[in-house]
């Protein structure tokens, strides 16, 4: 079944604490990207990656990190989390049509709450 | 700038009533895609529809329609005949062209309750 693996689905952690969330994909999509869904705010995108190895930022990647070292995997990283860090996150990838990506398939979310 | 407004908050209608959902969009790309996605109770995001900036023809499936209209930069959204399945909140979403394509920016979202 093609699908975007997220884990955890909850997660609940302290100011500082280092944490990764993963995402995987099985469709061998190129572009693959993170988001943020806040109350008010809809989705707003973190980063994104073109393939392996490019990676680039999107409106609010303050306090994020991503890498990009295998074509399946597009792990968020978040070095020293802060609360405003608190929100929904989803993973998504998207297949392409030469420079232009096709729709976005996304995760299930990962909810995370900072305290 | 790109920006998509969806001014609708929330909406409320009682089941088997016709309802549109509003989506504005600002861009200054020739070519750029629109997008509307479904966030049922249970979170996930499931996609409806991908139009591309050239494209103005109207769509439906099902019950469900599109009005696409450049000269107001709108991409709305009816759902006719609503049901309660279709209670859920929708994003319309914008992603532009090069070098702005692996952009996606998404409105604040319409919750839709339909009542039975």
């Known amino acids: 079944e093609a699908q975007v693996t997220q884990n955890p689905r909850y997660l609940i952690t302290v100011t500082g604490k280092k944490l990764t969330v993963t995402c995987s994909q099985n469709m061998n999509h190129e572009y693959m990207s993170w988001y943020r869904q806040d109350p008010g705010l809809g989705l707003r995108q973190i980063y994104y990656s073109m393939n392996v190895e490019v990676t680039d930022k999107g409106d609010v990647p303050e306090g994020y990190k991503v890498s990009r070292k295998e074509k399946r995997n597009f792990p968020l990283i978040l070095e020293s989390p802060s609360p405003n860090q608190t929100s929904l996150y989803f993973c998504?990838?998207?297949?392409?049509?030469?420079?232009?990506?096709?729709?976005?398939?996304f995760g299930s979310g990962t909810q995370l709450s900072v305290l | 700038a790109q920006k998509v407004t969806q001014a609708q908050t929330e909406i409320s209608v009682v089941e088997k009533e016709d309802v549109t959902l509003d989506c504005v969009y600002e861009?200054?790309?020739?070519?750029?895609?629109l997008f509307w996605y479904k966030q049922p109770p249970s979170g996930e995001l499931v996609f409806l529809i991908r139009r591309n900036s050239f494209d103005e023809q109207n769509e439906i499936s099902g019950r469900y329609s599109w009005n696409f209209q450049k000269s107001t930069s709108s991409f709305n959204f009816t759902i006719t005949a609503s049901q309660v399945v279709d209670s859920a909140v929708y994003f319309c979403a914008l992603s532009g062209s090069p070098p702005g394509f692996n952009k996606f920016y998404f409105g604040s979202g319409t919750k839709l309750n339909v009542k039975p």
């Open positions: 861009t200054r790309d020739t070519t750029y895609y």
């Open positions: 998504a990838s998207s297949a392409r049509q030469g420079m232009v990506n096709e729709k976005l398939f």
